[in-house]
Structure formats: structure tokens, C-alpha cells
């Protein structure tokens, strides 16, 4: 079956720190991959995706790029900011019998100091 | 255009009472996908519905729990007996159709509905 894996939070950085997590994944398929961001006490919202390898998606100074060859997603911001504080969940949605029902990975949770 | 709604936001039970939750999709959004989040747990996804129809219901628990996405109306989550067990936070999503059929594979999520069993 398809999973995700990302690593283990909290990932505690100082303001305009270079931020780095790392995700990877199995699917029997060629999935889209997905970082989402959650705030606290509110529902998920999509920051970037990527759908076939090689793809780089990138939003408001995030970035990751679809390694199919590693079969990563790893998620990157050069100068993070306060404001960036939340929980990051790595994810996959794989077509299965017409339709995608994603997988997600644990979430990281993000703190980040002035 | 409106999100994907959730009410209500924060629910109480006592133990053995009936949870029903509420998610209204976004507009022209056909598919909606309920997911249940633990304390230091990811998502876990529970049930797949389009209207008037249960697609995928493999994360949902045997007993207590059904859904519903009626013609006209919210799509429902409902919890019969709950137990403090069953005191997390539950997501609603949805997703438009494509032209291949089926759902995209992007998801707007709704704001959550907290459930505590007392």
C-alpha cells in the first residue's frame, strides 16, 4: 500500500534560518505529491504540490521538487519567518478506481523564534 | 465563494450520546472525504462519499460510525455510543470533479469540528 514518511518534529529554527523537511514516500502508482500547512486550531490548507517527477512546486518561498528516483518530496524555505509557525504534512493522492484518496504523512510541527 | 464549512466547530458528548457533524462542500464540489485527527497523529482518512453514494469506507471503525452525503444537504458524520476514545478532530474535505470523472486530486479542507467525549 502507499505510505508517507516524514520526519520527526518539532524543528525548532531562528528567524531567517533555512528550513529543510524531509518526506518520502512508497505508491505502486505515480502519484501527486502534496505539502499541506496547518495552523493552530484550523483545517488544513494546500501550499504546494507537484505532479509528475521532476516537477518543482513552490508558494510563498517554499519549495520542493518530485525526485521519483529517490522518491522524496522534501520541503525547503530559504529564510523562514515567525509567521511560518505550523504543522506541515507531507501527502500523496494516488488514482484508485477512477478517483484519489490521499494518503497523508504524521505532520511536523514547525516553531520558529525571533 | 465560500470554503468548505464545518459546523458545529467544538462538540461536547457524554459518554453513550449520539456526535453528529455537519460539512457543507464548496460550491460545485461533488466528492467529500472525512478524516479523523489524533493528538501527535497525522490524518487519518475515514471515508470517501460523492452524492448519495459511500465510495471508499475502508478507514472507517466497524461499529458506531456512518456517513451520509445526501442529495440535497451537508454530508453527515455520525458517531452512535461515543467513547472518550472516539475525542479527536475531525476534517471534512472536498474535491471538484474532472473531466475523466472522478475526483481531483487537490483537497480544500473545512475548518474542523473538535470533538470531546466527557
Known amino acids: ?114 | 465563494n465560500a470554503g468548505v464549512m464545518q459546523n458545529p466547530r467544538h462538540l461536547v458528548r457524554r459518554r453513550g450520546q449520539e456526535a453528529r457533524l455537519r460539512c457543507s462542500p464548496m460550491k460545485g464540489h461533488s466528492h467529500v472525504y472525512w478524516y479523523r485527527q489524533l493528538p501527535e497523529e497525522g490524518l487519518k482518512f475515514m471515508v470517501y462519499l460523492q452524492k448519495e453514494n459511500i465510495i471508499d469506507e475502508s478507514g472507517m471503525p466497524k461499529e458506531r460510525f456512518s456517513a451520509e452525503f445526501p442529495k440535497e444537504g451537508p454530508s453527515i458524520l455520525r458517531i452512535q455510543q461515543v467513547v472518550r476514545g472516539d475525542s479527536a478532530a475531525y476534517f471534512c474535505a472536498s474535491s471538484p470533479l474532472i473531466m475523466a470523472g472522478g475526483a481531483a486530486d487537490t483537497q480544500y479542507f473545512g475548518p474542523g469540528t473538535r470533538l470531546t467525549v466527557l
Open chain 1, 1 to 114: 500500500g502507499n505510505s508517507v514518511t516524514q520526519m520527526e518534529g518539532p524543528v525548532t529554527l531562528s528567524e531567517e534560518a533555512f528550513l529543510t523537511i524531509n518526506c518520502t514516500y512508497t505508491a505502486t502508482g505515480y502519484p501527486s505529491l502534496f505539502w499541506y500547512v496547518q495552523y493552530p486550531g484550523e483545517g488544513l490548507q494546500l501550499l504546494l504540490k507537484a505532479t509528475k517527477a521532476d516537477d518543482k512546486g513552490s508558494n510563498k518561498g517554499f519549495e520542493a521538487t518530485y525526485r521519483k528516483e529517490t522518491t522524496s518530496f522534501h520541503l525547503e524555505k530559504g529564510s523562514v519567518q515567525v509567521s511560518d509557525s505550523a504543522v506541515y504534512f507531507c501527502a500523496l493522492s494516488d488514482r484508485t478506481g477512477g478517483s484519489y484518496i490521499p494518503t497523508f504523512g504524521r505532520g511536523t510541527s514547525l516553531i520558529v523564534h525571533p
